[in-house]
């Protein structure tokens, strides 16, 4: 972002997680308590970047070798005469993508539980936030109007 910029910034999806990175503002005076925020989301962003990632690269991995030994067990090739690679119907497909979930439930969940925690912490540090700066608009406006 260009250094005049006073906000976040959500970049493209990443080739590998489809997540949106984003780059986080930091003011220029930024308090401790706002900083605990944001570090609070960077590291949320890490970690369902890494997470994503590592289970898109495990499900095209697994789908690959799904669809080459099904079709390894038809007899056919992974391309056909003209060179295009060969597919699976929905129904042989919807195989893979049960199996695929039943096998990383607890996996998810375990994500799901992580990702709720940390939800819940930003959640948090957003409210004590923005109670700060309620109370500190509060006294500046008192401040003011004794004035």
Not at 66 to 81: P, Q
Not at 96 to 118: A, E, G, T, V
Request: aromatic share 12%; with cysteine; net charge positive.
């Amino acid at each position: 972002p260009p250094p005049h910029s006073c906000s976040d910034w959500i970049g493209p999806p990443d080739k590998h997680s489809n997540l949106r990175p984003i780059i986080f503002y930091v003011p220029p005076e930024e308090s401790p308590l706002e900083r605990r925020l944001r570090e609070a989301r960077q590291e949320a962003q890490a970690c369902n970047q890494r997470f994503w990632a590592q289970q898109n690269r495990a499900f095209r991995q697994e789908k690959e070798e799904f669809i080459y030994s099904r079709l390894k067990a038809k007899g056919l090739e992974i391309r056909d005469d003209t060179g295009k690679k060969a597919t699976l119907n929905a129904e042989e497909m919807a195989d893979f993508y049960k199996d695929f979930l039943s096998k990383n439930f607890r996996k998810h969940m375990q994500y799901n539980r992580d990702w709720y925690k940390r939800n819940f912490t930003i959640t948090f540090l957003m409210g004590q936030v923005a109670l700060v700066r309620a109370l500190r608009w509060l006294r500046w406006k008192k401040k003011n109007v004794g004035n």
